[in-house]
């Protein structure tokens, strides 16, 4: 701890946060679990070569090295603050806070894997209730934009205002439901994505918790990331196979017939598929750090989700790769496939999130916890 900042950990989930000295005492959210935590108004006092001072234990005890609590030398964590205690830091699959940080695919996936074994059943729950909500959603607010359409243009054509008048209002209306649509659609993509990110990244830090599916903190970044991100694929994914259509039927050189509809069918497939899979490769840490990253506020997450790998390129486009690719499979069977490769995707992100953030904690020490909750 330095002279004006508080270093202590989350008691539930065994985060490290740090906090200016004038805020001991106060109360705020944990960005990662979601729970109240307490800035601590002392810290521990350390020798030269960073022991704590006056520490005696009996034998079969162990004294925490981030609070100073006593505890049983079978305990796995401390009980007061989470510290990992004794030989976590070796376990293979990377679950413990002190892991490994290398992102390999190799390594990514075998402790992905194993997680998946352990954590499967609450997992494929998670999945299958964010996928029926979100669907419960989407099908609600398309009946209802619809309604309004229709229900509009009926209101005119009654009152008299049919042909022209009604043509124009039903144009409005089909326009304004369609924002609120896509904009409704984002809203809940975003809380979605969150919350399955959440409790895959639980699953690697800790117990997962349903719960968590309904934790959302870093919702409203989210909102604006996944706004901008569809805003740009769209146009990138879309604007070329508006192109190619525009040139068959001008006459524009590229054939007609049936191979200008199969190449049409083609631009309208695989150019959309090729940008929203390279926007995946490159962007996918985002959800992970509006969830886990209160310090980096409006869209600045995409931004540091290009920053994230810090020389570790490689793993981080195999990684995206890997996760794009087993989503993919899983819709091939009517989307069924995704309850089996949705969790296993989920933990390979989160896994290779996790190490890239225990590297960079490791380098740069604990971020600055925000006591006043301001994003």
Known sequence: MSDDRIEFRCETCGKRLRAPATRAG??????????????????????????????FTAPGEVRCPVCGEIASGDDAACPSCGELLGGMG??????????????????????????WKEHF??????????????????????????????????????????????????AVLAIF???????????????????LAGLHLEAVRSRPDLATLFKSPGFWRMML?????????????????????????????????????????????????AVFGGLFLLFW?????????????????????????????????AVGAAAYGLLFIGTLFCYVGLLVTAPLAGLLLAHAYDRFDRAET??????????????
Do not use: K
């Open 26 to 55: 106060a109360e705020t959210d944990c960005p990662q679990c979601g729970d109240r935590v307490r800035v601590p108004t002392a810290a521990p006092q350390r020798a030269a070569d960073g022991e704590l001072l006056g520490t």
């Open 90 to 115: 070796d376990d293979p699959t990377g679950m413990g806070r002190g892991g490994p940080t290398e992102v390999t695919l190799g390594s990514v996936w075998h402790a992905a894997v194993e997680s």
């Open 121 to 170: 059943g609450l997992l494929l729950a998670g999945v299958l209730l964010a996928g029926l909500i979100f669907f419960a959603v989407v099908f609600s607010l398309y009946i209802g934009v619809a309604m309004l359409v229709f229900g509009g243009f009926a209101v005119a054509a009654g009152a008299g205002g049919g042909g022209e008048g009604a043509g124009v209002l039903m």
């Open 177 to 195: 439901g369609g924002l609120m649509f896509s904009g409704a659609v984002v809203a809940a993509n975003s809380w979605m994505t969150l919350g």
């Open 225 to 273: 990331c996944g706004l901008l991100l569809g805003f740009f694929g769209t146009i990138l994914a879309y604007l070329p196979a508006i192109g190619i259509i525009a040139l068959i039927g001008g006459g524009g050189g590229l054939g007609g017939g049936g191979g200008g509809e199969a190449l049409a069918m083609a631009a309208f497939y695989l150019v959309p598929t």
């Open 285 to 317: 840490p985002v959800p992970f750090l509006c969830l886990d990253r209160p310090d980096i506020g409006h869209v600045r997450p995409l931004w540091a989700a290009i920053q994230l790998p810090a020389g570790s390129w490689g793993g981080h486009l």
């Open 362 to 375: 490791d380098a740069h020490g604990p971020r600055m916890l925000d006591p006043e909750g301001v994003i």
